[in-house]
């Protein structure tokens, strides 16, 4: 018989919902009877917790007096966008910082999230309206007006594992490379991971309610890089990056256990971010994609030491997870992991928690996510119009 999400809320304010975790729900069907379940069991929590690049925060500081029209801004040495009005701005999570290169937008994020004070130092041209040319302050985020994230791509349903064919060390954003492929770095939670749980986005779109860095957040867009157009397995998994999410919540309210910064030898800096949506088990279909293991999981394997990333082969995550993988030629590499998939299942606790205690109800989506979607290629132009 299928539910409804205003059935499942109602449940869940009556105290008498029935929450597990996607591992839970993968071991669960491995001894139940699928339709057993999809009756018995309401709710099904999804985490991650890992690199994602593709984030930031929007900040208000409030205004000088006398006035300032910011029209260069750093927090901490690392540069924020200065095109947001007066005193309005948006620092990137990969900015770097001018003094050190090992810290930026990313740990400005963290340093306001933990309450720490942050130099701002802004300067502009000075206008009849906003005299002020040059501030130099300090500011926390009990100062803060606005402080909340906007990550526009986050939570990637699939991502290529990477290796290395060359005889070179490579320092990537999927990590240290060594050569000759002899390891394999990876970073999705697997069968806990969100977007891999609904491969057809039934129960996620716009407006979804979302745990995001320790509070409440909300899907707010597709993310960017959106591509739906992947080849899928017979599990209908795709065998790329896939779908993406656009996230928006309260960093005022957020913790340092789920938002950290990170930097890549090399590389540069980033941003972990922890992500758990609750998927309604809305009828069989639903809660067969909610059974899902990381030996029905697959991805590919791409040679980051090549241009274009070649696929080198197919492997599950149940094999990522073991710790080594067989490669083509039958040479064997360590696999590690980027994300947490500890904190992915801390996340997924603290999500079921807070709906068994009717902290916590599920929204269904205003709008639906793009059903078809491919990502274009910058292509190199001469020219152009004016």
Same mark, same amino acid.
């Given at each position: 018989?299928?539910? +409804? ?9 009556? $105290?008498?919902?029935?929450v597990?975790?996607a ?17 018995k ?5 999804t985490? +991650? ?8 925060a929007?900040?208000?500081f409030?205004? *000088?007096s ?9 927090l901490? $040495? ?5 095109g ?9 999570? +990969?900015?770097e910082?001018?003094?050190? =290169?090992?810290?930026?937008?990313a740990?400005? #994020? ?6 720490k004070?942050?130099r701002?130092?802004a300067?502009?041209k000075?206008t009849?309206?906003?005299?002020? @040319?040059e #501030?130099?302050t300090?500011?926390n ?11 526009p ?6 991502y290529?594992?990477?290796?290395n064919?060359?005889n070179?060390?490579?320092y990537t954003y ?6 000759k492929f002899?390891n ?5 939670s ?13 129960t996620?779109?716009l ?9 409440e957040g909300?899907?707010? *867009?597709?993310g ?10 017979e599990? !209908?998994i ?5 779908a993406t999410?656009?996230l ?5 309210a957020?913790?340092t256990?789920?938002? @950290?910064s990170?930097y ?7 941003l972990f971010v !922890?992500?758990?949506?609750?998927? =309604? ?5 639903m809660?067969k994609h ?10 590919? #394997?791409?040679d980051? $030491?090549l241009e274009?990333h070649?696929?080198v082969s @197919?492997?599950?995550?149940e ?9 083509p !030629?039958g040479?064997e590499a360590?696999?590690a992991p980027?994300s947490?998939?500890?904190?992915a299942r801390?996340i997924?606790?603290?999500l ?7 902290e916590?109800t ?5 709008h =639906?996510?793009?059903a078809k ?6 292509? =190199?132009?001469? $020219?152009?119009s004016?």
């Amino acid at each position: 018989m299928a539910k +409804t999400v205003a059935q499942i809320n109602e449940k869940i304010r009556r $105290g008498e919902v029935v929450v597990v975790t996607a591992e839970e729900f993968s071991l669960m069907a491995t001894k139940a009877d699928i339709e057993e379940l999809a009756e018995k069991v309401d709710v099904v929590t999804t985490a +991650t917790f890992g690199p994602m690049c593709s984030s930031s925060a929007v900040i208000n500081f409030g205004h *000088w007096s006398p006035g300032i029209r910011m029209e260069e801004i750093t927090l901490n $040495g690392v540069s924020a966008y200065e095109g947001l009005a007066a005193v309005d701005t948006l620092i990137g999570a +990969t900015a770097e910082s001018k003094f050190d =290169p090992t810290y930026g937008g990313a740990n400005v #994020i963290e340093d306001l999230i933990a309450g720490k004070d942050v130099r701002l130092f802004a300067r502009g041209k000075g206008t009849d309206c906003y005299p002020t @040319r040059e #501030i130099d302050t300090w500011v926390n985020k009990d100062g803060l007006n606005e402080f909340y994230l906007f990550n526009p791509r986050n939570a990637y349903q699939n991502y290529a594992a990477a290796t290395n064919s060359t005889n070179k060390i490579k320092y990537t954003y999927m990590g240290t490379l060594l050569p000759k492929f002899s390891n394999v770095t990876y970073s999705t939670s697997g069968e806990l991971s969100p977007l891999l749980n609904d491969p057809y986005l039934r129960t996620i779109g716009l407006g979804t309610r979302i745990f995001l860095g320790g509070t409440e957040g909300y899907v707010v *867009w597709n993310g960017t890089q959106y591509n739906t157009s992947r080849e899928r397995n017979e599990h !209908g998994i795709p065998l790329g990056t896939g779908a993406t999410l656009a996230l928006i919540g309260d960093a005022k309210a957020m913790s340092t256990e789920f938002i @950290r910064s990170a930097y890549y030898e090399k590389y540069g800096v980033s941003l972990f971010v !922890g992500i758990g949506i609750p998927i =309604p088990v809305l009828d069989v279909r639903m809660a067969k994609h909610l059974s899902i293991r990381n030996s029905q999981i697959e991805t590919i #394997i791409s040679d980051y $030491g090549l241009e274009g990333h070649p696929s080198v082969s @197919r492997v599950t995550y149940e094999e990522l997870q073991s710790g080594k993988v067989l490669l083509p !030629g039958g040479k064997e590499a360590k696999s590690a992991p980027l994300s947490s998939l500890s904190k992915a299942r801390e996340i997924a606790k603290v999500l079921q928690t807070w709906i068994e205690r009717g902290e916590f109800t599920l929204t269904e989506a205003v709008h =639906p996510l793009p059903a078809k979607s491919f990502v274009k290629p910058l292509v =190199p132009r001469e $020219g152009g119009s004016r």
